[in-house]
């Protein structure tokens, strides 16, 4: 019988358990694990950083192969190219309805019915949410890509989460041509980042972080990197003593919030995305706000068209990606121990599952 992870709310553990083939509905469409990759997200769950129903089948960050398609389900995906099985596929972190308030005013990842991938209470009804599972079922209202078979599935996996929420924090901060770009992480989607705003044309990129070997790999990419303890000292150097245009914080905490802020200019915008988690609260003047006319934004998850721009780019920078990224312990779902323990240790920028 297939298999799927179940974390039951036990510090650090997640247990192998096997169920029924999973029946699909009209609409559905089962899709059979090639990858699934273990997100920051999930860690901090399993971790206790972070709460989360239980029991629960963790993993949103998939790429998967089509197992079936019910009755009245789709036959293209969202740019229209035809779905068959066996073809590879990504999608949308969250299914909305489309219809409510919320869907309409541009907002379907808040839809208030919505279902998250990766977030669901298992139960008789919803077994197969998950992405560390050999099977999950997407439901209807859930936006669907196919994958360029020239994108590796490492590569691929990154898509409906890490990728897609980068695109929506660079559609936040706006026009980023010629402007100095402050990143808070050089993590995956940190540098994810760092490598869109280049490529959309910023003037500067730097990026703040804490590990050294992060550090290393963002300088072997090509961008300025300053570790937190020394923004103080550095960052006005590395700025030429110019005012930073964007602020984009990924790592879910600043080190020195205030002496950030002097450096920001008029004008400038300041995306957070990175704090999913309780995080301390942060000094804000309100009238450096003011007097700088800065804008302030919060990203959560995104929309579907994001997922289309995220595919657009991880098809055109896979090498780049694969250069940078680091992947550890692609293990069976069966070797979950290793994976999570290696995942934990921040050594890789991502571990996972694939099928087998």
């Avoid at 780049?320 to 995942?343: C, D, K, M, Y």
Wanted: include cysteine; glycine fraction near 10%.
């Amino acid at each position: 019988m297939p298999s799927m992870l179940v974390y039951r709310g036990d510090y650090g553990q997640l247990s192998l358990e096997e169920h029924s083939h999973p029946d699909i509905g009209a609409g559905e469409v089962c899709v059979a694990l090639d990858t699934a990759l273990v997100c920051s997200s999930d860690l901090h769950t399993i971790f206790h950083r972070r709460t989360a129903p239980t029991p629960l089948v963790l993993g949103h960050e998939t790429v998967s192969v089509i197992d079936r398609i019910g009755d009245g389900g789709p036959t293209t995906d969202m740019q229209g190219i035809p779905l068959r099985t066996g073809d590879r596929v990504v999608w949308a972190v969250v299914a909305s309805c489309g219809a409510c308030g919320t869907c309409s005013r541009g907002w379907p990842q808040k839809c208030p019915g919505a279902l998250k991938y990766g977030h669901v209470r298992l139960s008789s009804q919803e077994k197969w949410m998950g992405g560390f599972a050999d099977y999950q079922v997407l439901k209807p209202g859930t936006s669907i890509l196919r994958v360029p078979e020239h994108v590796p599935s490492r590569i691929a996996a990154t898509i409906g989460c890490s990728t897609a929420t980068v695109c929506a924090v660079l559609e936040a901060a706006g026009d980023i041509r010629d402007k100095i770009v402050l990143i808070n992480g050089a993590g995956q989607l940190g540098m994810q980042a760092a490598i869109m705003a280049k490529s959309g044309g910023a003037k500067q990129v730097i990026c703040l972080e804490a590990q050294p070997q992060r550090r290393t790999d963002a300088k072997r990419m090509g961008f300025v990197t300053i570790a937190p303890e020394s923004m103080a000292l550095m960052l006005t150097d590395a700025t030429a003593g110019e005012p930073i245009d964007i602020y984009l914080e990924l790592a879910g905490h600043v080190s020195d919030f205030s002496m950030l802020m002097q450096h920001l200019g008029v004008g400038s915008t300041i995306v957070f995305a990175g704090a999913v988690f309780p995080s301390p609260a942060l000094p804000l003047d309100m009238e450096t706000v003011i007097r700088k006319c800065i804008t302030i934004k919060g990203i959560h998850n995104y929309r579907p068209e994001h997922l289309v721009r995220a595919l657009a780019f991880a098809s055109a920078h896979c090498h780049a990606l694969s250069e940078f990224l680091t992947f550890g312990s692609l293990l069976p779902l069966r070797e979950h121990a290793a994976v999570v323990q290696a995942g934990e240790s921040g050594a890789f920028h991502r571990v996972g599952f694939t099928s087998g």
